[in-house]
């Protein structure tokens, strides 16, 4: 029977996707099923890899058997995941305990103790990113420092990805995109680096074998077979990050292509072919070999303006309905009839802190400029702009470094709105491509599957094959210029109310024990 389609494995933060594509980059079928998160104490973020197992292997099957897809007709899995999520299993590949997630931030005194025993500005040049709790390795130390136990029996500390393929496979793997959450990863050589490690009182012998992306790491097992309905034998290759996998699928293969993300969180990913590390910002290897991605990953994205649409979105949920739209929608066109800059009122999306490039968890949200003549609109545009203005914030701090974009690829929730996409390209004053498909980083995994099992000969071939520019937006130079003097007091305003979010933070913490003392 011949091979007809590529099966993708999509594990994001709060579910996971199946999707599966013919060679021309066609969704045939698609099922999304959502898995839980645990905030056990304050500061830390937990999901259950046997859960992400259980609804994977019952989407795998369901997508089947719904689309009437034969498994035999499967040519290969690909498999992406999210970043630094930090999974302990046993030699059964069992996990240890729940997988600290990226939003885990238990760990700020493991980081802390890294500055300290052993340079932050080394461990920079090192792995290319700075050392925050985020990262897998302060989780490793903060398990061997208060679950001794479970430390000693781990085998190996998996990621999200890799979980998976040995779910399907039973083989281990360490693919390279996710190599950057690990400090001792030398992000320039593609190697461990073993007097680190050590300095640090970690051992290599944790880590699995190192694997290409592309790179097939075993076959579906009869065991996988079995709880998946898929059939024993399908290739499986390594996977990788999802942002990587998202910026494959949004056609970028060049160095100075870009991705633009906009999705529950924001964010960009250059390509580059040699490592430029910012401190600032996240370097980590593309999903194609010896190509990297200079990274901004932002809390504001499309989540800003689903904040908006949960807790003051009654009016546009009452329209959309009567109209047959979405609220989103009924925003977009709300949003459009108010001009750039929005009166004057400027938003900051640090809805749960920020990451990149000011690294600062305890900032937050703010509406600046509110006053009796502004409007739900005005407040609607002003958030669409906020999340512009932190992405135009990390392009201007890669350009420090010599990264160097004209062209985004806009993916994402975000990339759906004529209106948000175009305030982008102005705000950024760069040309804006928008890709066809709403499944960029399922198809990113499915393009690596591709490559893999030798159904493309390269990946210049899989993406002109399966990517389509749908839109293109050129930014105004006049609203450019309007959003310039915005954006130079969106910068001015986290630099005076840093200090004030520091104070806030405290006060909210003092609140909080003082109710639990009572």
């Known amino acids: 029977m ?16 199946i999707t599966v594509f013919d060679f021309n980059g066609k969704v045939m079928g698609s099922w999304t099923g959502e898995y839980q998160t645990y ?9 259950d890899p046997q859960e992400w197992w259980q609804v994977a292997s019952h989407g795998i099957r369901g997508v089947l058997e719904k689309n009437t897809i034969d498994p035999r007709e499967i040519a290969a899995i690909g498999v992406d995941g999210t970043s630094w999520a930090c999974i302990p299993v046993d030699k059964n590949g069992t996990p240890l305990r729940p997988a600290m997630l990226w939003l885990d931030r238990r760990a700020q005194k493991q980081a802390d103790w890294m500055k300290e025993r052993s340079g932050e500005n080394r461990l920079i040049r090192t792995s290319g990113n700075p050392v925050d709790p985020a990262y897998i390795t302060p989780k490793i130390l903060w398990i061997k420092e208060n679950e001794p136990e479970i430390y000693k029996n781990t085998y190996k500390f998996l990621q999200s990805n890799s979980y998976m393929v040995y779910k399907l496979t039973g083989q281990y ?41 592309h790179e097939v790491v075993g ?19 390594a996977g990788g990050l999802d942002a990587a996998c998202c910026t494959l699928g949004a056609g970028v293969i060049k160095p100075g292509q870009t991705q633009e993300q906009g ?17 600032k910002l996240i370097l980590g290897y593309h999903v194609i070999p010896n190509q990297w991605l200079l990274q901004g990953g932002t809390v504001g994205g499309s989540g800003t303006l689903r904040w908006f649409n949960e807790q003051l979105g009654t009016f546009e949920q009452l329209l959309g309905r009567e109209r047959g739209m979405s609220p989103y929608e009924i925003m977009s066109e709300e949003a459009q009839g108010i001009s750039p800059g ?53 392009l201007e701090t890669a350009e ?33 491509h928008v890709p066809f498909s709403d499944h960029a980083t399922s198809l990113g995994a499915a393009i690596l599957a591709g490559v893999g099992a030798g159904v493309y000969s390269s990946f210049e071939q899989a993406v002109s ?25 969106y910068l001015d305003l986290y630099e005076r109310l840093k200090e004030s979010f520091e104070q806030l933070h405290y006060m909210q913490e003092a609140s909080l024990y003082a109710r639990n003392d009572i």
Not at 39 to 47: F, T
């Open 2 to 17: 011949s091979k007809k389609f590529l099966l993708a494995v999509d594990l994001g933060t709060s579910g996971c996707k």
């Open 39 to 47: 905030y056990p104490h304050s500061g830390y973020a937990e999901q």
């Open 173 to 213: 793997s360490q693919d390279y995109s996710q190599g950057y959450g690990f400090h001792f990863f030398n992000i320039s050589k593609g190697s461990w680096q073993e007097d680190i490690a050590d300095e640090l009182g970690i051992s290599i012998d944790f880590m699995a074998p190192l694997y290409h992306s």
């Open 219 to 237: 076959t579906v097992t009869p065991k996988a077979a079995q709880e998946t309905g898929l059939v024993s034998g399908i290739p499986v290759v």
């Open 263 to 279: 999705g529950q969180a924001g964010g960009m990913s250059i390509q580059v072919d040699k490592p430029l590390i910012h401190p």
């Open 342 to 394: 929005s009166d004057g009122l400027i938003f900051l999306p640090y809805m749960a802190g920020e990451r990149s490039p000011i690294w600062d968890s305890k900032a937050r949200g703010v509406f600046f400029g509110l006053s009796y003549d502004k409007t739900r609109a005005h407040m609607i545009r002003s958030i669409m702009e906020g999340v512009a203005f932190s992405l135009l914030h990390n």
């Open 400 to 432: 420090e470094v010599g990264a160097k974009v004209e062209i985004l690829n806009s993916v994402g929730g975000a990339a759906n709105s004529y209106v948000w996409t175009q305030i982008k390209a102005d705000v950024t004053g760069k040309t804006i």
């Open 465 to 489: 094959e399966t990517v389509r520019i749908q839109r293109i937006h050129e930014p105004d130079d006049k609203n450019h210029r309007i959003y310039q003097d915005y954006y130079r007091l």
